[in-house]
């Protein structure tokens, strides 16, 4: 293996010439941590943007895919929190400005859950069920537009 290291010049004229565009990161200051809260349940509708409804024993590559969708539209939703449905009455769900619900049960058990004025004043957003998503076009089609709509309902709420 040749050990030579290159002269950042030549680097960046080799680089060019390849037709690569060097990034390079940029310094931030550290942001301190925030404290953290022992309730996630009562998170007021300011606190949490989005939150992501799966159904129970997603596989892995369902979620990751779900996790690319997401990192695809920016940060809001990448962090989005991210539960599974549960049949019973118990699942704890944050208020949120916004649901994406992947499934029709996850959907119905969301409702049984959230209060009213919530759900009156929540973007809910329902999509296919992972499993379709990975395995069907026109299901990654309609997440795609449903993530779309979602970021724009997002967008149109933000506190100018």
Known sequence: MNALVAHPAHRERVLRALGVVPWRQRVTAAIP??????????????????????????????LDLLGRALCAFGPQLARAARIEATDSDTMQVPHARAYLAFGEAQAHALGRVLPAEIMRDAHIVLVDAPAEVLGQAASK??????????RRALAADRPS
């Open 33 to 62: 941590a925030a404290p953290t809260t022992t309730s996630s349940t009562t998170a007021s509708p300011s606190n949490a943007n989005v939150v992501v409804v799966l159904p129970p024993r997603c596989g892995v590559r369902e």
């Open 141 to 150: 089609r309609r997440l795609w537009h449903a993530l779309r709509s979602l």
